[in-house]
């Protein structure tokens, strides 16, 4: 590969807490190797339209505790054409960038994996979603801060639901991966866990209504990932098939993506940001910076994207056995 001397950093798809972070932590390892960084603003889009913008160590002081990007993000749909790609590949010629780090989630690294492969541009992806759904990394980045959010508003919904004794079904973000679903039910004791992976004929509805609600047991709470209809569905199939139960139902929607991120999220982002500088040092090219055992790790790009993340089976038993 040749030698790197600039290169651009975006974020793409959903924002996460950390973000910022990672940005932070990209442009000053990249600085300190004396090495150019310029910020594409709206990520793919931004790159199409030519919003690029010389960085330096001043451009991401006092972000690293803020929510969200600071280079903001946006869908793209000339991105996913080949042409539209030709023009993103044009002006990364224009400010002549070596190497692109990407931040973002599977359609965003998914997008970078062609963008490299079209073009032959050496791409470092970092995982950032709060989904947690790519595959090879223990954690990404914004998870931790999602599941402490989502934790806290189960926390205050429970007191309402004690209050008058009602089934409350929580709807998260994850809608193909029930990472936030499974451990937030986990972490806030609720009666079940509705989740994507659950691929069993059961009937996941049947068995809460059958094992999960108690006499002794003056509330209940149900965590159910955005898919399928998500919370509303099971909620009016309560109302129809148990009428006894007063139901209500909570979408937590966009406030899981916001807020300050944890020190887990901005240590695991200043982590993966350095690891990507490092990356691009040792010649990699089109991989995904991942985190394995609290190690940094490297893995294909097209591994994490098209490889489903597994939820792991004992967290499913410690749902069931605790939720008696």
């Keep these: 590969m040749a030698k790197i001397e600039t290169i651009g950093i975006l974020t793409s798809g959903g924002d996460a807490p950390g973000m910022n972070a990672a940005i932070r932590?990209?442009?000053?390892?990249?600085?300190?190797?004396?090495?150019?960084v310029y910020g594409?603003?709206?990520?793919?889009?931004?790159?199409?339209?030519?919003e690029v913008k010389l960085f330096t160590t001043e451009s991401v002081s006092n972000i690293?505790?803020?929510g969200g990007t600071i280079l903001k993000t946006a869908r793209s749909d000339a991105f996913r054409t080949p042409?539209?790609?030709?023009?993103?590949?044009?002006?990364?010629?224009?400010?002549?960038?070596?190497?692109?780090?990407?931040?973002?989630?599977?359609?965003?690294?998914?997008g970078a994996e062609e963008l490299a492969h079209e073009h032959d541009i050496p791409v470092i992806g970092i995982?950032?979603?709060?989904?947690?759904?790519?595959?090879?990394?223990?954690?990404?980045?914004?998870?931790?801060?999602?599941?402490?959010?989502?934790?806290?508003?189960v926390d205050k919904i429970r007191d309402t639901a004690c209050s008058h004794n009602r089934?409350?079904?929580?709807?998260?973000?994850?809608?193909?991966a029930g990472f936030l679903a499974q451990n937030s039910a986990i972490a806030a004791g609720a009666e079940?866990?509705?989740?994507?992976?659950?691929?069993?004929?059961?009937?996941?509805?049947?068995?809460?209504?059958?094992?999960?609600i108690r006499k002794s047991k003056n509330s209940s709470i149900v965590i159910v990932s955005e898919k399928d209809g998500g919370a509303m569905?099971?909620?009016?199939?309560?109302?129809?098939?148990?009428?006894?139960?007063?139901?209500?139902?909570?979408?937590?929607?966009?406030?899981?993506?916001?807020?300050?991120?944890?020190?887990?999220?901005?240590?695991?982002?200043?982590?993966?940001?350095?690891?990507?500088?490092?990356?691009?040092?040792?010649?990699?090219?089109?991989?995904?910076?991942?985190i394995d055992q609290d190690q940094m790790r490297y893995i294909p790009i097209a591994k994490a994207v098209k490889i489903d993340k597994p939820i792991d089976p004992e967290l499913l038993t410690v749902q069931n056995t605790l939720s008696i």
């Design 25 to 36: 932590a990209v442009t000053r390892a990249a600085i300190s190797n004396d090495w150019k």
């Design 40 to 50: 594409i603003y709206r990520g793919w889009e931004g790159l199409i339209n030519d």
């Design 64 to 66: 690293i505790q803020r």
């Design 83 to 110: 042409e539209g790609r030709a023009v993103a590949a044009k002006t990364l010629k224009k400010y002549k960038i070596d190497a692109l780090v990407v931040i973002g989630g599977n359609g965003s690294l998914s």
């Design 127 to 153: 995982p950032g979603t709060i989904d947690n759904d790519l595959y090879g990394t223990d954690s990404t980045i914004g998870y931790d801060t999602a599941l402490n959010t989502i934790v806290e508003c």
């Design 167 to 176: 089934i409350f079904f929580v709807e998260v973000m994850g809608r193909d």
């Design 192 to 212: 079940a866990a509705i989740i994507p992976e659950d691929k069993t004929d059961i009937d996941q509805l049947a068995t809460f209504i059958g094992h999960g």
């Design 233 to 290: 569905h099971y909620a009016d199939r309560v109302r129809k098939e148990y009428p006894e139960y007063d139901v209500r139902v909570s979408i937590l929607g966009h406030l899981q993506r916001g807020g300050k991120p944890s020190a887990f999220d901005r240590i695991l982002a200043s982590r993966m940001g350095v690891a990507a500088i490092e990356a691009l040092k040792e010649g990699q090219r089109n991989v995904m910076i991942a």
